[in-house]
């Protein structure tokens, strides 16, 4: 099939690879420490700063891997460096000793190539991090990652080109569906929220509370200020603008009395004698 489609290019960059023990040992580094190291630590660093972009990556991750095991049980390939008569070199097993101690292969599914997953979650870490930060070096290594496991994994041996290309589909589409369900339940969200906040009986009696204020205190300088502090505060209560501060708002309106401002005192002359003289 990749040959049919121009994609076999993976004894191609093997044998580049293994032109440099530099390029090998950088392959194997790349393939190792750039996966769950990475996978971990962006999924700890969104749980604290981030929270709604952890969420979606995730329960993309969640999907794309529950697919990708049905896929792995149902339709086994072996990746090209299990391949007998294929000129392919594993180079993990062959010049690195750490990765098949920290994972030996007894528990390891070995006819899991497709879809990479390695290269699919990787661009999920990536678009993940783009979203969430603007930081130059954080983006610079949103992209950077996945493009350097996508070419780990051809040259280590560990997966045809064609293996990255379908684990990239199944994670973003994975992710296209996690964040149209987020979009969804937002909205109902919020349009659950609005309705409340229309049902709420107390926003007929604070706009008539405003309209008796008005009619039984006329406007003068001391007190316009305050009247129309007070009219602006009872139409932000009115409104809910956080869908988590309904509830909140409700309690408080429920529990707090709304104080009305009065108006200034106005000094009271009990003699005649102590009026200030008319010029």
Known sequence: LERALGLDIEGAVQRATLRSHTLVTLANWVYMCGHWPVVAVTLFV?????????????????????????????????????????????TV????????????????????????????????????????????????????????????VVA???????????????????????????????HHELLHDLEVVDDDPRGAERHERIGVLDRSHPPDEHLGAAVAEQRGHLGREAVAADAHGVGDTAAMARTEPTRWPRRPERPHHRHAGDRPERS
């Not at 792995?72 to 008569?85: E, M, S």
């Not at 101690?101 to 783009?130: D, M």
């Not at 969430?132 to 780990?152: C, D, E, H, K």
Request: proline residues 7%; hydrophobic residues 50%.
């Open 156 to 186: 280590t041996g560990n997966h045809y080109l064609l293996d990255a290309v379908t684990g990239v589909t199944l994670s973003v589409a994975a992710y296209a569906v996690v964040a149209a369900i987020a979009r969804r339940t937002a």
């Open 46 to 90: 969104l749980y604290r700063r981030r929270r709604n972009h952890y969420l979606l990556l995730r329960n993309a991750m969640f999907l794309s891997g529950g697919i990708g095991l049905v896929i792995f049980a149902t339709y086994p390939v072996a990746p090209p460096r299990l391949l007998p008569d294929a000129p392919f070199v594993d």
């Open 93 to 152: 097993t062959q010049w690195s000793n750490s990765y098949r101690v920290l994972q030996p292969p007894a528990p390891v599914n070995r006819y899991a190539a497709v879809p990479s997953l390695h290269v699919g979650w990787n661009l999920l870490v990536g678009v993940a991090l783009w979203s969430a930060f603007r930081a130059t070096l954080v983006r610079g290594f949103a992209v950077i990652g996945p493009t350097l496991m996508t070419i780990a």
